[in-house]
C-alpha cells in the first residue's frame, strides 16, 4: 500500500506560485503519481501525472525527485478560482490506491 | 461528448427502500469506477469494472451492487438503504489503467438517507 501524506491546508494569495509536497515512502517501482483538483460540490478533475524528474502541462508542473519518495505538485501564478482541494495520488486501484483527504488550497486576494 | 453523466442529481430515501444511481460515459473507455465521499473526507473507492461484464468489488463494498452490461453504463444499486450511505457519490471512468488512465468524473449525485 503507497500511503500518501499532504498538508491539510495551505493558504496563499493571488499571483503567488503554490508548492504543494506529498510523501510517498514505500512507493513502488512501477507506481505513477496523479494529480487531482477538486471543486465544492463537483468530481474531482485530472491535472498532471508523472513518474520521474519533471513534468509540465499548461496548468502545473510536477517535481518528482530521484528517489521519488516525494512529489511536489507547483501552481504558477494561482488565482482565487484555484481555490480547492488537491489530492496526490500513487499508483491504482490495483495496488490499492487511496484518495487522502487532500491539501485544501485557498488562495486570497 | 458528454463525458460522464450521473443521475439523479439529488435524492432522498427512507431507510429500507432501495434505488439505483445511474452513471453513463460516451468516451469508450474499458474501466469505470463508483466512489463515494463523506463531508470533509477523500473519496472511497466502492466498485469498479474493467470492461463490460467484469466488476469487482473496492474499499467499501458492503450495502451496494454493481453491473456492467455494455461499455457506456455501470448502475449501482442500494438495497435497503442506511443513514450511513448518506453521501454524495460519484462515478468515474478512465481510458486504461497505467500512465495516461487519468479518471474522468461526472458531477456527482448527492443521496441522504432518513
Known amino acids: 500500500l503507497a500511503k500518501t501524506t499532504q498538508p491539510i491546508s495551505m493558504d496563499s494569495y493571488e499571483g503567488q506560485e503554490v508548492n504543494i509536497t506529498c510523501s510517498h515512502n514505500n512507493i513502488a517501482t512501477n507506481d505513477y503519481i496523479t494529480w487531482y483538483q477538486q471543486f465544492p460540490s463537483q468530481g474531482p478533475r485530472f491535472i498532471i501525472q508523472g513518474y520521474k524528474t519533471k513534468v509540465t502541462n499548461e496548468v502545473a508542473s510536477l517535481f518528482i525527485p530521484a528517489d521519488r519518495k516525494s512529489s511536489t505538485l507547483s501552481l504558477p501564478r494561482v488565482s482565487l478560482s484555484d481555490t480547492a482541494v488537491y489530492y496526490c495520488?500513487?499508483?491504482?486501484?490495483?495496488?490499492?490506491?487511496?484518495f487522502g483527504a487532500g491539501t485544501r488550497l485557498t488562495v486570497k486576494p | 461528448n458528454a463525458g460522464v453523466t450521473q443521475t439523479p442529481k439529488f435524492r432522498i430515501l427512507k431507510i429500507g427502500q432501495s434505488m439505483t444511481l445511474q452513471c453513463t460515459q460516451d468516451m469508450n473507455h474499458n474501466y469505470m469506477y463508483w466512489y463515494r465521499q463523506d463531508p470533509g473526507m477523500g473519496l472511497k473507492l466502492i466498485y469498479y469494472?474493467?470492461?463490460?461484464?467484469?466488476?469487482d468489488k473496492g474499499e467499501v463494498p458492503n450495502g451496494y451492487n454493481v453491473s456492467r452490461s455494455t461499455t457506456e453504463d455501470f448502475p449501482l444499486r442500494l438495497e435497503l438503504a442506511a443513514p450511513s450511505q448518506t453521501s454524495v457519490y460519484f462515478c468515474a471512468s478512465s481510458y486504461s489503467r497505467g500512465l495516461g488512465g487519468e479518471q474522468y468524473f461526472g458531477p456527482g449525485t448527492r443521496l441522504t438517507v432518513t
Open positions: 495520488l500513487v499508483g491504482d486501484i490495483f495496488n490499492d490506491m487511496r
Open positions: 469494472s474493467v470492461g463490460a461484464g467484469i466488476t
